[in-house]
């Protein structure tokens, strides 16, 4: 499947977490497993002083690793984060923001991540690093399919 038929059908299939962040899917590079994404951060999503809380950035990058992890696989998985660190370096407000998400090391069942979130000229705002465990459908719910 080629990068374009890979993020329109990530966008398709966009959970709904995902789309109360207001992101999508823009493009995947396979040769460096590096998906970006677009988020239109509301003003709703922030608190003092129109600073988008943390919980929302980290959402953001959060959405890139893990759907990095499915346009590498190209596959549909689940993949819930077993551990994420999250440095904030600079404020984000309102607005469109850019994230990426990264695969440094796929195994198995367990792929190690990194992400960042930039404004659109470019700041860099925060990075992460994760670590996902990749379920296959036939191992989601027992056995059962998702």
Request: charged share 20%.
């Amino acid at each position: 499947m080629d990068s374009n038929a890979i993020i329109a059908q990530l966008n398709e299939l966009a959970p709904p977490a995902l789309k109360t962040l207001r992101g999508k899917a823009v493009s995947f590079d396979s040769e460096s497993r590096t998906l970006v994404m677009e988020f239109v951060a509301a003003d709703r999503f922030t608190h003092s002083g129109g600073i988008v809380q943390g919980g929302f950035v980290t959402g953001m990058i959060d959405a890139a690793m893990a759907n990095a992890v499915y346009a590498t696989l190209q596959e549909l998985v689940v993949a819930p984060t077993l551990e994420i660190k999250v440095s904030f370096l600079e404020i984000a407000r309102a607005g469109k923001l850019v994230a990426s998400g990264r695969v440094v090391r796929m195994g198995k069942s367990i792929a190690f991540m990194d992400g960042e979130l930039r404004s659109t000229d470019g700041q860099l705002l925060a990075t992460a690093t994760s670590t996902v465990r990749v379920m296959h459908p036939k191992t989601v719910n027992h056995g059962q399919p998702a």
